[in-house]
């Protein structure tokens, strides 16, 4: 059974960092390109990062570009979303996802078959 738990969510202010990760079991890790998405109330889901099987490749939003990093660890089975300089529209549900395709499609969440729970993170201004 595929199981992916984020944690790292909190309360920050506007100019504040917070580092998400999400520990993933019951798949081989490597073979999936995984991602970083994120739900604002009242919004649709949106594409934050996405990362290479290898952590070669990395892919970004141009809203979280140059404050945001992903990057993974396939000997701890986990991947990493560094949040710098956070915003107040940076508030949101995030939640991470994999994807064993590792196409060119990254950015849709449709690409994605296995899902996090979500951590929230919200930003004070």
């Known amino acids: 059974q595929v199981q992916l738990v984020e944690s790292g969510g909190g309360l920050v202010q506007a100019g504040g960092s917070l580092r998400l990760a999400c520990a993933a079991s019951g798949l081989t890790f490597r073979w999936y390109a995984m991602g970083w998405f994120r739900q604002a109330p009242g919004k649709e889901r949106e594409f934050v990062a996405a990362?290479?099987?290898?952590?070669?490749?990395?892919y970004y939003a141009d809203s979280v570009k140059g404050r945001f990093t992903i990057s993974r660890d396939n000997a701890k089975i986990t991947v990493y979303l560094q949040m710098n300089n956070l915003k107040p529209e940076d508030t949101a549900v995030y939640y991470c996802?994999?994807?064993?395709?590792?196409?060119?499609?990254?950015?849709?969440?449709?690409?994605?078959?296995?899902w996090g729970q979500g951590t929230q993170v919200t930003v004070s201004s």
């Open positions: 996802a994999a994807d064993l395709s590792g196409g060119s499609r990254y950015r849709l969440s449709s690409e994605y078959e296995y």
């Open positions: 990362i290479s099987g290898s952590g070669d490749s990395t």
